[in-house]
Structures are given as structure tokens and as C-alpha cells.
């Protein structure tokens, strides 16, 4: 925990990626490496060592802050005991050939000739520093009046396992020959073909701008992926990936998050590729194809799907919804909804988390069945053109929590609703009502 700055917003969920790449966390029988590694986290919680900073609409925790004096003590003794260095301000306590296995930079360095020149023992590098760009490899141009961290010779070997740099990460020809890397957080505007050469990849996290980035075939052979956060990518269709005889050795049996992808086809030689997603980001833009092209019926058969998120830009209104029973929370943006969509969607037995954002209802009007979003517990509407509302008394019955958003002709809330014992709160932002 002592790698982050102080008062950084730690986010639970990249802290347990970071836990899991580093190899920290240990299978307990058949539970997944993440949900160990969140059980070690709830544990830090419980003893008060972790103050929690903000949390999600499923009343998980998001994102948490250490106590300064626990910080200060984490340091120390990862310093002492050679296990990390924390550096802030300067690198040239970091020398080629020394025996440091992890380096957190938290400050803005003092001058461009500070460096880590390649000490081929790093495994793990963390740039919190925004302004200080990673270059690889060397050398950086001698007019280049940039200030940049170096990181490696070309052809040096390197053990590195975790690369986070939150400034921006110029990849090298050479990133195939990062063999060890397990995780990968930075920003960047490409991703060489080469790249899926990393067999042993398994978190890649791309920050860019909304420009589409084209994937390499090959990133359906990473077996090893856990996951997937890149932003507006386009993956290709996988089903010339191997011979019809071979085809099962490139299903990734890992993969538990994929997002946001553009226009992902979700064809059955897909949905077979990636069995165990357990959260899926598509973004749809209104081009040559219809929704029907998309093969959005197929989602039901993702059997382990929790967490699914929709955005369609152009489209009126959505055809083809069909969604897995294993889901807990679902966002829809923009595209049309009808009444059966919607009685569609509150069937679905185990949901607790709905987001409607810019998504029009047909008529303006939504009216909900007996029985529907038996468990829900979170309800979001934003920017939806909706002027009425029905509520069955036997709806919703588990709603904790209702959040309205620029509803500007939305005119009262359902006496149904406010009369629900588990609710705990209503928040209304720029609405009729």
C-alpha cells in the first residue's frame, strides 16, 4: 500500500490487479485470484488500517485512502527491507546494477538526466508523476527538450512484471522482449502488433482519447489475459485464429473484464472464446450495420456475466435484448427501450444495479409489472425523456436507493416507490419533479 502517494485515491480494483500481477496473492481452492485478493482487502478494512474514500452504486468499495502513519510505516520498512523504493523528487539514489525489484516515483524528477538507466532487477516500475513520459528505449534525441524518464537499452533483458505510468508511455519496437510483464497501465495512442507476443500479459489498461484503435488478431491468443481496459478499440473477428482442430487452444478461459470495445460481434465463435467474462463494455455507433448484425442474443450464454454495459450512439431503438440470468448490474446509454424491453430487463433475477442514461422509453411513458426488480437495489435514470410512471405495488421491493438526473419532464415520483421499506434515499438533480 505504500507505493501510492499520500492522499491518493486508491482504487480497489486496480489494487487488486497490482496484487495479483505481482504474484502477493496465493489460490485458495477454486475462488479466483481477485476474489482472494479482495477478501485480503476487506480484511485490511475491518482492522481500521484502510479508510474508505468512496463507494460504488452496489455498495462495494471503490476507491480508499491509508492512514499517513500506516503509509509511513509501510515505507519504511519496504526500504528497509529492500522491498520497494519510493523516490520524490530525484531518481539518482536508483543506480544500473542495483538491487532494487520495485521503484514508485510519486514527484516530478529534478532534472532530465534523472534516470533509471535499465537496472535489469526492477519488476515493478509505478510513474505516478504525470509530466514525466517513460521513453523507451533509449536513447531520447539530443534536441528533445522533454523531460523523460528513461527506462531501457534495447536489447537488455528485463525481469519487469508490473509497468504503471501515468503519464504518457512511448512503446518500443522491442516490447515483445518484456516476456515477464504481467500488468500494464499507461497512456498511450498505440499498441504495437507486437504486443501480443506477451504471453504472460495478463491486465492491459490503455488511456486515449475516443479515436478507434484497430487490435491485432493475435490478441486472441493471450491465454493468459485477466483484463481487458481499453478504450475505443475495435477487436477483429477471431474466427481465423487457428484450424477448426486447434480452435479450443485459444479460448481464454482467464478473461474476466473486456472493456469498452466498438461494434464487438458477439457471434458464437466469440461468446465461445470468452466463457468466464464476468464485466463487458461495448460502445455501438450507428454505421452500415443494424443492431441485428451485432448478434446481441447471443449475451445470454456469457453464463458468468455480472456486469454489462451498452452505449448506442445513432440507433432509435434497441432489437435483440437478451441478457444472462447471472446479471447484477447493466447500463444502457442512448437507444430506444419498449415496455417489453424493460419487462425484459426487470425479470432478470439477480440484478441490483440499473443506469438508464439519454435512453428514450416508447410513449414516455414506463409502466412496470408485478414481480419485476425483485433485487434491485440501486436505480439511476439520467437525461431520460419520461413523463409518467406506474409502478406495481410488488415492484421493487428491494430498492435501497433511487437517483434522478436532468429528467426535466418527469413530473412526480410514484407514491409505489416512496413508500418501499428498503429505501433509503431519493437524489434528484435538474428534474421536474
Known sequence: MGIFPENYNIHVSKLVKLWVAEGIVKPIGSKLLEDVAE???????????????????????????IHDLVRDLCVREAQKEKFFHVTNGSLRGIQEGSNIHRVSIHRNTKSRNDKILSSPQVRSLLNFDREVPVAVPLPVPKKSNKKFLFLFRKRQKTLLRVL???????????????????????????????????QNLQTIILRRDMRPLYLSLDIWKMLQLRHVLLEYVI?????????????????????????????????????????????????????????EYYCLNNLVHL?????????????????????????????????????????????????QVLKLRRTPFFRREWITNAGEFFQLKYLLLQSIALK????????????????????????????????????RSIEIYECGV
Open 39 to 65: 477478501e485480503y482487502f476487506l480484511d485490511l478494512v475491518e482492522r481500521e488500517l484502510i479508510l474508505i474514500h468512496e463507494k460504488k452504486s452496489n455498495g462495494k468499495i471503490k476507491t480508499c485512502r
Open 164 to 198: 504503471h505510468q501515468e503519464g504518457r508511455l512511448e512503446f518500443p519496437n522491442e516490447v515483445a522482449e518484456w516476456v515477464d510483464l504481467r500488468y500494464l497501465d499507461c497512456n498511450s495512442m498505440h499498441i504495437p502488433s507486437s504486443i501480443s507476443k506477451l
Open 235 to 291: 477487436l477483429p473477428d477471431p474466427s481465423s485464429v487457428g484450424t477448426e482442430g486447434d480452435r479450443s487452444v485459444f479460448i481464454l478461459e482467464n478473461l474476466q473484464t473486456l472493456s469498452l470495445v466498438m461494434n464487438f460481434r458477439c457471434t458464437e465463435e466469440v461468446i465461445k472464446r470468452i466463457p468466464n467474462i464476468k464485466k463487458l463494455g461495448i460502445h455501438y455507433k450507428d454505421g452500415e450495420m443494424d443492431l
Open 303 to 351: 453464463h458468468k456475466l455480472e456486469s454489462l454495459k451498452l452505449t448506442y450512439f445513432g440507433f432509435s431503438f434497441l432489437i435483440n435484448l437478451s441478457f444472462p440470468t447471472s446479471l447484477k448490474k447493466l447500463t444502457l446509454v442512448e437507444g430506444g427501450l419498449s415496455l417489453e424491453d424493460m419487462s425484459i430487463v426487470g425479470s432478470l433475477p439477480n440484478l
Open 388 to 423: 409518467g410512471w406506474r409502478v406495481d405495488p410488488t415492484s421493487f421491493p428491494s430498492l435501497e436507493c433511487l437517483v434522478l438526473k436532468d429528467c426535466y419532464d418527469f413530473v412526480e415520483i410514484p407514491d409505489e416507490i416512496r413508500e418501499i421499506p428498503t429505501l
